[in-house]
């Protein structure tokens, strides 16, 4: 049986609120982080000089500039991230990475990857994973600053 784009884009959603669930218990509960903290972090971790405009972040992250402010106000207040003014134009204000929020990253990304192995490890053959990144890797490579 055939299943409509409609289908697949409803379970597409739904298999990734099932794993945003999973990690966001762990994420708290270990690191202290939110997923979408988790995703902040990556994303500054992949850019020049680990530092993003805080309105080049928000299109990456797929959020307004205003939620990355919110965002960003606790996380630098606990040290995982810091604002810095650009040099030519005060206006511009960048979300940077500090060695605290690397190394938080750091141990998230073993949270990460083992949920990563539960959700995959008893469904999956070797085969069908990399028949999977193969597709997953077509829907996120028009992706904003992609995480892969």
């Excluded at 990857?113 to 077509?138: N, P, V």
Aim: charged share 25%; hydrophobic share 45%.
């Amino acid at each position: 049986m055939k299943q409509s784009d409609e289908q697949n884009a409803v379970r597409l959603l739904q298999a990734a609120d099932m794993f945003r669930a999973r990690l966001a218990g762990e994420f708290a509960a270990v690191h202290g982080i939110s997923v979408n903290e988790y995703l902040m972090l990556k994303h500054l971790a992949q850019a020049a000089k680990t530092r993003l405009p805080r309105v080049e972040l928000a299109r990456r992250m797929h959020v307004s500039a205003s939620t990355v402010t919110r965002m960003a106000a606790p996380m630098e207040k606990i040290g995982l991230v810091a604002r810095e003014t650009d040099e030519r134009d005060a206006r511009t204000a960048f979300v940077v990475l500090t060695q605290t929020g690397q190394a938080r990253l750091d141990e998230a990304e073993a949270t990460f990857a083992k949920q990563a192995g539960y959700l995959f490890e008893d469904r999956w053959t070797d085969t069908e994973r990399g028949s999977f990144a193969d597709l997953i890797g077509r829907l996120a490579q028009r992706a904003p600053g992609p995480l892969t």
